[in-house]
């Protein structure tokens, strides 16, 4: 605006269109306002005076950071100057938005600003630096790349000084990674630097540290970016985007595009910091006075419950059994405190990691009453273990502080972050559809035994002084009903999820032989009612302890107010539930989000605030909470119980209500624990059970299928099994393994269906138990086969072809030995020198239209068998229909199969004198209901052998014949068998209470999104893409009905780790179809710095998920409905 100006050629026009109306100037990087007192600018009313309000927001992405509004008037035609100060904004440390409101209610005419400033006393800043990478690798600095040739002295391109790192990736996701013998402190460095040149090509690359080279769960966030080619580039890599690490040992750079990669070069990698005369220090905390107690009196447990329990395993150790009385008993009287980790990490025990000391015992003069380790100790991930060391060693490590912690009196919990089984990758490794494959049936099942099995070993290893096994809460696949952890919500089903915990739980206690361990049920606090809480619960049988993981992540006095609320009110309804199903309950994680902060927390006496409000509860008999277990002290970045006597940063601001809360005689830490596992408490007899152990709720049959059922007979024995399938009862009969099954081929009609399978145990006292699933049927039924077990029947030899020079011959007989067509053949090459000399034999089977009705037929199927001793060349068989009407054939398949005989599975026994055979089932599409016979050809290139080939295992099949996966498809909403049961499966909530549910639209079916906006202030749903490539495309199309209501629409799509968002607007609500551009995407508010810079158009190549969310507009609280079909990417012209 020039036409009026304070100051200078230019100011700030701003007219404002509706009531409330504000001006938000938005700064991408967040402003320090350290040094400055307040905010000054210049405001004109223009034609008339107006009432505005001035305010700023801390951070964008945090709705809680607003500060108090200050209120003042610009005068009409009058320059005036607004000082707002620091103070009245509530002094903060940082400013994201700067907001100016319209105050009076109504449309504004203009008002101008000019010279909008912070004032005050600017700290003078000078850049310091720690050299990392200078010419050639220090002393003290490993090259510990992978998949890498790297030159630490190169010449070749050089940025600064006399060498630069030259390194070339051999191979896919291959990095550069510097190891440092010495962890490097970063203290008072607030980023990284580096320059970069991708040599002769653009190279995408990922950025990461290691705080602890012995801790894999110690890896950074990956920050993306892209070395471009033949420049050099510098990239600055804050290090609050790493996680803020105390500490870094390793330092990698990955390459990120799935393949090997041509040299680049890396120089002068530093850490850089700022120096200023005002820098900040430590507020000095004092001591705590008071300090900790030293007359708390032991509990006793004389007068507990030792009436038998029923556990889930009736022979539990007298330890264990003693150990659930003793939790029951305490749980209402008492809250023992617990955390993860508390002997083998710590900030203020020197790095120490034997289980002898605690950040718990320095602060309070205790260790606490429950100790918290997690299976990756065991895998050497986490401390005491260490990737360097064999399971076994570990195991030993592990087991060593758990019996000093025993020792104590304590009660010891065990966590399971399992691993990737598909993939290789960690827990937080989402692809791979890992709990389908890791259930009896699956391709990782043996993998997630020996896990398992190393589980089993490490629960024998723990014995006490007297020799017996130390008791263990296990508490596997924690935080389910989230999806950040691969067996969330978000990738298996309900049903799916209480097979897995089953079957861990039968194989450690039942196979395993383990009987020192209690099984806690842990979801996230996604939960508000007994229902919500029992869709995953894998039921009474399998549960010893009810608890739930619920982290505080409120931010604000009045928001922690309503979460202190919620964390009692979910332990309130577990202890109901408890007392009816006679369960343990206890809160399994808990503790301030993002851990507690060196300064400025939020409420510093957080952890007399929760005991208060459990206490008070307690005291109601409402909460009978045994123990809260708060997180681990991994650095300074990232603890959960304040520290005393560190020594940088002195003493937390904590510390003081952390003595208060065990000063309190309601808690209870080892000093005063005692009398656990001496009680004498025997377990009830079992009752009888059982489940169908190898489907679950939702599976897919794609044939005949073995469906098996676990019957646990206990009080009494089973009299008979039966699997009911629509209208036809199977007898079940008893396998070697225990467990009853039966063959069950499903009819045609059932195919492509949804349906019940109910297994039935009846029981010698006539009463019984079942289980009930819907499985999909997409299968494919013979109809007809000929396994040639006694003879040939109707086959023949059919003639051979060969070119000029070349032959092919042979002759029918049968193999009474294999029980196969034996076809003794001769191919000759014609030695042309080409490698495309076409040799082929035909075998014919007659009269398949009088054995089955081939209008039923769409595949057909058989088997070729070769000798150990044949030569590889390429093989094409395929097949012919024989039919009376003219040309008298079809043929099928020709040219589809290309196979070499590693394509074939070869058996691992020997037969005869044809050695280890070769085996290739072919499955071929053919339709033809006038069909007499099938010719299957046998079509070798440029072969020589002389010699027999078999052929076995004729079917004809009645098939399903899916549609091939459309990448660039989102959902149709034609695929869930009319089951909204089905879609639930497909689609996470997110926020506020949502369904989805499946409505008639367009001859079709559509989804409508039933949202709430509550206190969320949004709502959505999340399905998964896993990885789709929209390279080719470029925007994002969909059918959509809006409701109207005008609330904030996100679409949210998650490309290469990054989250993209647009935000469509529309208030009416007419049925439309949505165009959205991949261009108009833009990364998230709250990703990080460096992708903020990313565009959604260069990262195509990997789609993961895609959101749909409702965000709160103006207050608004209320319901509302949206209609959506035919979601997908598409390419429309730009």
């Avoid at 290691?210 to 990956?222: F, G």
């Avoid at 990698?269 to 700022?274: A, P, Q």
């Avoid at 509990?299 to 150990?323: F, M, N, R, W």
């Avoid at 996966?965 to 989102?970: C, E, I, N, Y």
Wanted: negative net charge; glycine residues 8%.
């Amino acid at each position: 605006m020039t036409t009026t100006v304070k100051n200078g050629t230019k100011s700030l026009g701003v007219t404002y269109t509706d009531a409330w109306a504000a001006l938000s100037i938005y700064s991408s990087q967040p402003i320090k306002t350290e040094g400055y007192d307040y905010i000054s600018f210049f405001v004109n009313g223009g034609d008339s005076d107006k009432k505005l309000g001035f305010y700023i927001i801390r951070d964008a992405a945090d709705d809680t950071s607003e500060s108090p509004k200050i209120n003042f008037t610009a005068k009409a035609g009058e320059w005036t100057e607004v000082k707002v100060k620091m103070s009245e904004l509530a002094n903060p440390e940082t400013i994201q938005r700067i907001n100016i409101q319209e105050l009076s209610g109504a449309a504004q005419t203009p008002i101008y600003i000019d010279d909008l400033s912070l004032i005050g006393e600017a700290p003078i800043v000078k850049e310091k630096v720690m050299n990392i990478y200078q010419d050639s690798l220090p002393t003290g600095m490993q090259n510990w790349s992978w998949s890498t040739t790297a030159d630490f002295a190169s010449t070749a391109k050089v940025k600064e000084g006399t060498g630069a790192i030259s390194v070339e990736y051999t191979d896919a996701w291959a990095a550069l990674s510097l190891y440092s013998a010495q962890q490097i402190r970063p203290e008072g460095y607030d980023s990284i630097k580096f320059w970069i040149n991708g040599g002769d090509s653009d190279k995408k690359l990922g950025f990461s540290i290691v705080r602890d080279a012995a801790d894999e769960t110690s890896e950074s966030p990956k920050i993306n970016f892209t070395a471009k080619a033949g420049e050099w580039i510098e990239i600055t890599i804050k290090l609050s985007e790493l996680a803020s690490p105390e500490t870094i040992q390793r330092i990698n750079i990955q390459e990120l595009s799935g393949s090997a990669q041509t040299p680049m070069y890396i120089d002068e990698i530093r850490l850089v910091g700022t120096t200023s005369g005002n820098e900040p220090k430590p507020t000095p905390i004092p001591d705590p006075n008071p300090g900790p107690r030293t007359d708390k009196a032991k509990i006793s447990t004389s007068g507990y419950d030792v009436s038998p329990i029923d556990a889930v395993d009736a022979k539990a150790t007298k330890e264990t059994t003693s150990l659930f009385a003793a939790l029951k008993g305490i749980g209402g009287k008492k809250l023992m405190f617990g955390q993860q980790h508390a002997t083998t990490f710590g900030l203020t025990t020197g790095g120490s990691k034997d289980g002898t000391k605690s950040d718990v015992m320095n602060d309070v003069g205790a260790f606490p009453a429950v100790f918290g380790w997690d299976t990756l100790s065991i895998e050497g991930k986490e401390s005491p273990g260490n990737t360097s060391l064999p399971v076994e060693e570990n195991i030993k490590l592990l087991a060593d502080v758990v019996k000093k912690a025993h020792a104590t009196g304590g009660v010891i919990t065990l966590s399971a972050h399992m691993p990737n089984f598909v993939t290789g990758g960690d827990f937080y490794d989402l692809n791979g559809n890992v709990v389908s494959h890791i259930l009896p049936g699956g391709s990782k099942h043996n993998e997630y035994n020996k896990f398992l099995d190393n589980i089993a070993t490490f629960a024998k290893s723990i014995n006490d002084e007297n020799g017996n096994l130390i008791p263990v809460i296990f508490r596997p696949f924690h935080e389910n009903t989230g999806s950040w952890f691969w067996w969330g919500a978000a990738f298996c089903t309900p049903d799916q999820y209480i097979k897995l915990y089953r079957y861990t739980v039968d194989y450690l206690r039942d196979v395993k032989g383990v009987h020192n361990f209690l099984y806690a049920y842990s979801p996230s606090s996604t939960f508000s009612t007994e229902a919500e809480y029992l869709e995953r619960y894998p039921g009474d049988a399998y549960v010893d302890v009810l608890g739930f993981d619920q982290y505080d992540d409120s931010g604000s006095m009045t928001s922690e107010a309503n979460w202190m609320k919620s964390i009692v009110s979910r332990a309130e309804l577990l202890t109901a539930m408890a007392d009816k199903r006679g369960k343990v309950v206890t809160i399994t994680e808990t503790g301030i989000a993002s851990g507690i902060k060196k300064e400025n927390n939020v409420n510093k006496s957080w952890f007399t605030t929760l005991l208060n409000a459990l206490k008070e509860s307690a005291e109601a008999g409402k909460n009978k909470a045994a123990y809260m277990l708060v997180w681990a002290n991994f650095d300074m970045n990232q603890f959960w119980v304040p520290y005393m006597h560190h020594s940088i940063y002195g003493n937390s601001e904590l510390l003081q209500d952390f003595v208060n809360f065990y000063n309190d005689d309601f808690t209870v830490f080892s000093d005063t624990i005692d009398g656990f596992y001496g009680l004498d408490v025997d377990t009830v007899a079992e009752k009888s059970y059982m489940y169908i152990s190898n489907l679950y709720d939702g599976s897919t049959v794609n044939g005949p299928y073995t469906v098996k059922a676990k019957v646990f007979e206990y009080d009494k024995k089973v009299s008979k099994v039966s699997l009911t399938a629509g209208n036809t009862e199977l007898p079940m009969s008893k396998y070697t393994d225990g467990q009853y099954g039966v063959l069950w081929t499903p009819t045609i009609e059932q195919n492509g269906t949804k349906m019940d399978l109910t297994v039935t145990v009846l029981y010698d006292d006539d009463t019984m138990s079942k289980e009930k699933i819907k499985i999909k049927v997409m299968a494919d039924i013979p109809l007809k086969q000929y396994t040639f077990d006694r003879e040939l029947g109707n086959i023949s030899y059919d003639g051979s072809y060969a070119p000029e020079g070349a032959s092919a011959t042979g002759a029918v007989s049968y193999d009474s030995n294999l029980k196969a067509v034996k076809v003794d053949s001769k191919f000759v090459d014609n030695d042309d020198g080409s490698d495309w000399t076409y040799q082929e034999l035909k075998v014919k089977l007659s009269g398949i239209n009088n054995d089955v009705d081939m209008s039923k037929v769409n595949k057909v199927a058989f088997d070729i068998i070769l000798p150990e001793s044949v030569k590889d060349t390429l093989f094409k068989p395929y097949t012919m229909a024989l039919m009376p009407a003219e040309p008298g054939y079809k043929k099928y398949g020709e040219g589809a199969l290309q196979l070499h005989l590693s394509d074939f599975k070869q058996d691992t026994v020997e037969t005869g004198d044809y050695g280890k055979m070769y085996r290739y089932n072919v499955l071929v599409d053919l339709e033809d209901a006038t069909a007499t016979g099938l010719i299957m050809a046998f079509v070798a290139f440029d072969w020589n052998y002389e010699g027999p080939i078999y052929i076995d295992n004729v079917a004809f099949i009645s098939g399903i014949k899916v549609k091939p996966a459309d990448p660039t498809l989102v959902d149709d909403f034609e695929g869930y068998f009319n089951d909204n049961a089905e879609l639930k499966n497909a689609y996470t909530p997110a926020g506020d209470t949502s369904t989805v549910s499946l409505v008639s639209h367009n001859l079709g079916k559509a989804v409508k999104f039933d949202y709430t906006i509550g206190g969320n202030g949004y709502s959505g749903i999340v399905k998964q893409l896993g990885g789709a490539d929209w390279s080719t495309l470029n925007a994002l199309s969909m059918n959509i009905k809006p409701d109207g209501l005008n609330q904030k629409m996100v679409v949210q799509i998650k490309a290469n780790g990054i989250y993209f968002e647009v935000y469509p607007t529309f208030a009416d609500t007419t049925e439309k179809n949505l165009i959205l551009k991949f261009s108009d995407f833009t990364p998230a508010p709250w990703e990080s710095e460096p992708n903020k810079a990313a565009l959604m158009i260069d990262n195509l190549n990997d789609i993961e998920a895609i959101g749909i969310y409702v965000n709160q507009v103006d207050g608004f609280t209320g319901n509302g409905t949206l209609i959506m079909d035919d979601i997908k990417a598409v390419s429309v012209a730009s």
